[in-house]
């Protein structure tokens, strides 16, 4: 009868076997590790990014409705520098006029009633009262 040879292994070759699993099994995890940790460390990133944009369009808001502010105000002061050099209540309530249809304050409100009733003219006292109610609802 003819022995064949024992194809299996012997405990030491078993054992290198396990070893070199064992390392490639950490080399594989490293490998999908690195990637897996930059991924994390991208999202929470873009994450802190994004709160730094949001609060900058608050910021950005903020400043635009200041500009709106100072505008009107230059509006305002243009139109009653006008009205001191012309005294002519015409011009001054049409200019109060365009600012009130584009501005809803009282301020502006109470200064077109008041042009309106230094003005005198018929219906413009009904006009004035009516400014300055509006402008009492606009307060409270």
Known sequence: MVETASVSPTVSQAYDITHLQRKLASRLLLAFLVPLLAMVGLALYTYVLSRKVEQEGKLVSEVKQLIDEVTLLQKKSDAERWFDKSRNLDAAIVAFDALAKTHD????????????????????????????EKSKTLVC
């Open 105 to 132: 304050r009282p301020d502006i409100l109470v200064r077109l009633g008041a042009l309106y009733f230094q003005r005198g003219r018929p219906g413009d006292d009904e006009r004035a009262f009516h400014l300055l």
